[in-house]
C-alpha cells in the first residue's frame, strides 16, 4: 500500500513537524523536507508503471456493504499532480524558511503546510470519489489555516473566511453531485465511473449531477462567478500563495475537470457551462490583472485568467484541448510559482509589494530581476519559453474549434485579446518594477536575498526554459501520460515542436505580442477610465452584501426563537415534535395496537415501574429542593438498572449503574456552587400549559412505544447471537458488538467523549467561583474540609476498587464488563481521593492533567484498527487466539482487548478531566473557607 503512504505521510508529518520546532525553528524546516522526500520516495517506485501508461490501483477494504473502500489510484494524471504537489512544496519548504521571520512561528507554518499537501496528494491519488471529497473539504480546512496564518491581520481573517464559505459551499455542492453520481454508475470507485460515460451522459439526472459537480469545482479553481475570493487570499504569506495559489489547490478545480472528462463531457451542456465559464473568466481575469497596483494582486488576477484557459480547452472538448489543456497546467504551475516567490523576495527586501513605488530594481538586485523577467516572458507566451507552447495549442485549437462557423472569427478574436492583455500585464510586472525609473519611498534599502532563498525560482525558471527549448526530451514523457488518462483513449496526433511554420496559432500568438506591448504603451487612459468605473461592479461588494443579508436574516430568526427564556424555548421545541410527530397518528389507517401476544405482568414488574412513576413524578413535584430531586433521580436509575438486570442484559445494568454513580457525584459538585434550592415560579396558568404540553408529549411517546412494542419485528440480535464467539472471540455478545462488528461507532463515541472533556476543561479551566458559605437553612458549613473517616476509608478502598477495574476490563470479553465501565469504575475512585483527601495530597500522588491518558487511548485505538488493514482486513477486524500458559492454562487474546484498553483509557482520561476541574473549584472553594474559619476560631 505503497499510495497510502504516500498519502498518509505529510499528515503524520504534520504532527512530527509541530512537536520538532520545540528543538527550534530550523529543525522544523529540515524535517518537513525530509517528510516530503520521504514521501517522493514512496512514490517513485511507482512512477514507470505510470509513466507506461498503466494505472495501478491499491484497495483496503473499508465499508465493503456500502461499497466504500479507501483506495487509491496512480495513473499519468495522479502521477503529474503529485509530482507537482511534492515537488514544487519541496522549492517552497526551502523558500519559506528565508521567508518567514524570526516572530512568525516556524512549526506551526509547516505543520499547516504538510496538512495541505497531505490533502492535495488525497485528491490526486483517491480511486473512491467520497474519498476524494473528504480530502477536498482537507484542502478548503488546511488552506484556511495558511491564508490565516497571520492570525493578528484582520485582512488575513477576512481573506482566510472568504476562501473557506465560498469553497466550502462548492464541497456541498460537490458532495450531492457525487452522490448522484455513484446513484447512476452504482458505484463511487472513479474506475466504474470513467468507464460509464454514455451510461450518465444518457441519465436523467446527468444535467444536476454535471451542474453539481462543476460547482465544486468552479468555487476551488476561482471561476466567474466564483473569482473574487483568491485575489482577497492573497493576505496570506507568500510562500503559501505560490504553493497553494499557483500550484495546487487553484488547480484541484482543472483537476477534477481532467479526472472526469471522460465520463461528463461531450455534451452541449458540458461545452456551454464549462467552455462559458472558462472563457468569462479567461478575459475578466486578463483585464484586471492590468490594474492591479499591488504585485500579489496582479499576480491573482493572471492565475484567475490562465485558470480560465485551461477550464475554456477542457470545454471544448477535443481530444487535442485536452492535451493543451494539462500542458498548461504544467507550464502554469512552473512559471507562476516562480513569479510568486519572486514577488515574495521584492516584498521581503523592499518592503512593499506597490508597484507605484517598485521601479528600477534591476541595478539593486539584478539575479532576482533576471529570473522574475524570463518567468514573466513565459506568461506572456514569448516563444523559445514554456508558456508560448501550451499557449499555440491553445490558439490553434480556438481556431479550429469555430472554422466553418458564422461567427467563428468571435472565438479566436477574444482569445487573442485575452492575451493581449497578458502580454500588457506581463510587461507591466517587468517594466514597472525594475526599471521605469528610482524607487519611491521604500523602507529599505533593496538588496538581493540570501542565496537558498533564491535556488527555488532558479530550479523553475530553469525549467521554463528547458521546458520551451527541448519540450520533446523534457515534458513529452509525463504529459503523455496525464493526458491519456485524461482522455481514457488513443492519445491523438500532436507535436511539441517550437517552429510549425506561419499559421494562424502563430499569427495570433504575434499580435498578442505586438497588441500588448501596445496597450501597456498607451495604459495611461485606459487606467484613467477604469479607476471611473473601479469597484462599482465588484464581486467582493457582491458578496459581503449577500453575507451581511445572511446575518441579518439568521439574526431575525435567532431573535424570534431565542427569548432569554428556556421554558419557552423548550415549549416551542416540545411543540413542533408533536405538531411533526401528530401527522403519522392523524393519518395512521391501521390501529393503534398490533397483533403481538403481551407478556404477563408479574408483581415485582409492577412494583419496580409504580416506583420508578413514583420517584419521577416526587422529582417534578420537589424540583426546588435541588438535592432531593437528585437523590430521585438516582432512585430513577437504579430502578432502570433493575429493569436491565430481569430482562437479561448485566452489561446495561453494571454500566447505568456506573454512570448513575458519577452523574450523581457530577451534579453534587456542579451544584455546589448552585443555590441550594431554586426559585419559586409563579403562574398558574404557565404550569397549566406546561402540564398539558407534559402530559400530551408522553402521551404521544407512550402510545409510540405501544404500537411498536405489540408487532412483530425482526431482530438482528439472532446474527450477533451467531457470529459473536467464532468471528469476534468473545462470548460477551455486548461486548463483541461494542469494540469489534460496531467498533467504528465505539471510536466515534470515545473521540466525542474526549472532546467534550476537553471543551468542559477548557470552560472550567482558570474559572473562579466562590461556593455558598450558608446551607439552605442558614448553617454555616463544616471547617473540617476532610473527616478522618472518610479520608481513611477512601484510601483503603482505592486498591479494592482499581482492582475490581481491572477484573470487569479484562473479563470484558466473555463476560459482563469491558472498557466502559470499568473506566467509570476507576474514575470514581479515582475521583473520591480528591474530594476525601484534598487537591494538594492527591495531586501529590496523582498527577490532575488527564490530557496524556486521553491521547493515549485514542492512539491505541486507532492503531488497534490501523493494524487490520497490515493483513488487508477492513478497519477494526479483530482477530483472537488461545495460548495455553503454565498454571493458568488456556488463555484466550484477542486485539479487541487493546482497543477495549484504548476505550478505558479515554474514558478514565475523559471522566477524570471533568470531574477533577469542578472538584478543584469546589476543594478550592472549600479550602478558603476553612482557611477563614480556622484563623478566625484561633484567634
Known sequence: MSLAFVVLTPFIGSAITAWVSRLGRLHAAWMAGAITLLAIAWLLPLASASLQGQTVIQHLSWIPSLGLDLAFRLDGLGLLFALLILGIGLLIILYARYYLSARDSMGRFYAYLLLFMGSMLGIALSENVIQLLIFWELTSVSSFLLISYWQQREEARNGARMALAVTGAGGLALLGGFILLGEITGSYNLSVILASGDIIRAHALYQPTLVLILLGAFTKSAQFPFHFWLPNAMAAPTPVSAYLHSATMVKAGVFLLARLFPALSGTPEWSWLVGGAGLITLCLGAYFALFKHDLKGLLAYSTISHLGLITLLFGIGTPLAAVAGVFHIINHAIFKASLFMAAGIIDHETGTRDMRQLNGLWKYMPHTALL?????????????????????????????????????WLLPATVTLAGIFAVAYSLRFIHDVFFNGEPKNLSKTPHEPPRWMKVPIEVLVVLCLLVGIFPTFTVQPILAAAAASVLQTTLPKYSLAIWHGFNPALWMSMIALAGGSLVYLGRQPLFALHERFDGRFEAKAIYNHLLEMLFSFAGKITKLLNTNSLQRMLFIFFASALALGSTAFINADTPLTGTRELLPVDALSLLVAIGSIAAALAAVMLHRQRLTALILLGAVGLAVALVFIKFSAPDLALTQLSVEVVTIVLLLLALYFLPQQSPAEPGFLRHGKDLMLAAVAGS?????????????????????????????????????????????????????????????????????????????????????????????????????????????????????????IAGLITSVALVMQYLANGVVWTQNRLPANMHPLIAAGLLIAVITGLGSWLFRHPFLTSTFGHINWPLIGDFELASAMAFDLGVYLVVVGSTLLILINLGLLHQTSRQSKAMKESQKWKR
Not at 732 to 738: A, G, Q, R, T
Not at 753 to 777: C, E, Q, V
Request: charge should be neutral; avoid cysteine; charged fraction near 15%.
Open 372 to 408: 522574475a523577467m524570463i518567468a514573466s516572458a513565459s506568461m506572456a507566451g514569448v516563444p523559445l519559453l514554456n508558456g508560448f507552447l501550451s499557449k499555440e495549442m491553445f490558439f490553434a485549437e480556438a481556431v479550429h474549434l469555430t472554422t466553418g462557423l458564422a461567427w467563428g
Open 700 to 820: 404521544g411517546a407512550a402510545a409510540l412505544t405501544w404500537a411498536i412494542l405489540t408487532r412483530p419485528y425482526e431482530s438482528i440480535a439472532g446474527y450477533f447471537l451467531e457470529k459473536s464467539l467464532p468471528e469476534g472471540g468473545g462470548a460477551n455478545v455486548v461486548n463483541v458488538i461494542l469494540v469489534d462488528f460496531r467498533g467504528y461507532d465505539t471510536l466515534g463515541e470515545i473521540t466525542v467523549l474526549a472532546l467534550a472533556a476537553l471543551g468542559i476543561y477548557a470552560m472550567l479551566d482558570r474559572l473562579l467561583l466562590t461556593g455558598p458559605k450558608h446551607d439552605k437553612d442558614n448553617r454555616r458549613w463544616n471547617w473540617d474540609a476532610y473527616p478522618v473517616i472518610m479520608t481513611t476509608f477512601s484510601r483503603l478502598l482505592l486498591p479494592l476498587a482499581l482492582l475490581v477495574a481491572v477484573f470487569i476490563l479484562l473479563r470484558g470479553h466473555n463476560q459482563p464488563g469491558g472498557g466502559f
